[in-house]
């Protein structure tokens, strides 16, 4: 299974109202994945943060104000590379609106805008050429179960840094 390290998520604003949003991090891969040259579909969404945030038990708060488009990726090393390379680095961008991202609309008691909270959510789902093996016996005359289906393969997901500010 390929998981995700070292997510990241900057922004830049501009002086005309909008954000560029960058997301980068590394994808490791089994070498299974790596040799079967597997295809996953990245989904990438800004969240607004409302803590405590717990992926397991969301708040119920937190809000998407933005989503990548969708891609199919792979590690473009693979599987031609020798020695092989397991990791390959991903680099998004992302023009938005300053004020989509204002997540929590409202004033303080300053009357300051209050403060926003944003962080990206990335998931890979491995989607083509999945590794699997057969059942313990090959089809045919043999005893014994034929090949079994392919595994349901486990996504991968990380959340990058959060990103605070006044849209």
């Not at 922004?11 to 295809?39: C, M, R």
């Not at 989904?43 to 038990?57: C, E, M, S, V």
């Not at 680099?91 to 926003?116: C, I, M, Q, T």
């Amino acid at each position: 299974m390929a998981f995700i390290q070292n997510p990241l998520l900057t922004l830049e604003e501009s002086s005309d109202g909008w954000a560029k949003l960058i997301v980068k991090y590394t994808v490791f891969q089994h070498p299974l994945e790596y040799w079967s040259n597997t295809i996953y579909n990245e989904d990438i969404r800004l969240i607004g943060d409302d803590p405590p945030f717990n992926p397991a038990a969301p708040s119920g708060t937190d809000i998407t104000v933005a989503i990548f488009p969708s891609y199919s990726i792979r590690n473009p090393h693979a599987p031609n590379v020798v020695p092989p390379i397991f990791t390959f680095e991903r680099h998004r961008v992302l023009y938005v609106r300053l004020d989509s991202l204002n997540e929590d609309p409202g004033f303080s008691a300053s009357g300051l805008p209050l403060r926003d909270e944003i962080f990206a959510l990335i998931t890979l789902s491995p989607v083509a050429n999945i590794p699997w093996f057969p059942g313990p016996f090959p089809p045919g005359p043999f005893p014994g179960p034929g090949p079994f289906p392919p595994p349901t393969m486990p996504v991968a997901t990380a959340q990058t840094n959060t990103v605070t500010g006044r849209w």
